[in-house]
């Protein structure tokens, strides 16, 4: 799991709730509310409002790409929340031999600095899945866009040799 965080928390319920109550009325909409709550407000945080990765040429593409960057619809917003908040109804049904891996940046600010991250590894270890966890200093959101990918590619396929 890339630039993962644990989402069962009262923001994540309060954004299923906006979304949920809106979505009656203004479907299509664009969910300025929820956008300025959550993507628009991990920007302010970050040089050119880069949350994404430290690569320039990188986030430069991903704006000015037509398929990215554009405001949601409260729709989307109402299916992405449920889907969020019911990722852990069944965590115990979770085969005990799949290994997971997850990595992320320490400055990404969907995973809160790693402290929703690492929230996530303890939440999985404490229903007896086998985890492991690596955050990487300096990384944002896109680690595998960082400019030390490589570095972060490799790292991974050791730490999959190892479990």
Do not use: Q
């Not at 628009?40 to 704006?63: M, Q």
């Amino acid at each position: 799991l890339v630039g993962s965080a644990y989402t069962r928390n009262s923001a994540y319920k309060f954004g299923y709730f906006v979304a949920k109550l809106n979505a009656i009325s203004m479907k299509n909409k664009p969910a300025k509310l929820i956008e300025r709550c959550s993507f628009k407000s991990y920007a302010k945080k970050f040089p050119n409002g880069n949350w994404l990765t430290h690569d320039e040429e990188i986030f430069a593409r991903y704006v000015s790409d037509p398929y990215c960057g554009h405001s949601f619809p409260y729709s989307f917003y109402r299916s992405f929340f449920g889907g969020v908040l019911n990722n852990y109804k069944k965590v115990d049904g979770i085969r005990k031999d799949i290994k997971i891996l997850i990595v992320s940046g320490d400055e990404d600010p969907v995973g809160s600095k790693g402290k929703l991250t690492s929230k996530l590894y303890e939440f999985y270890k404490k229903h007896g899945l086998f985890v492991a966890y690596k955050l990487y200093p300096g990384g944002r959101h896109e680690i595998l866009n960082e400019t030390d990918k490589e570095f972060v590619y490799l790292d991974i396929i050791n730490i999959i040799k190892e479990i």
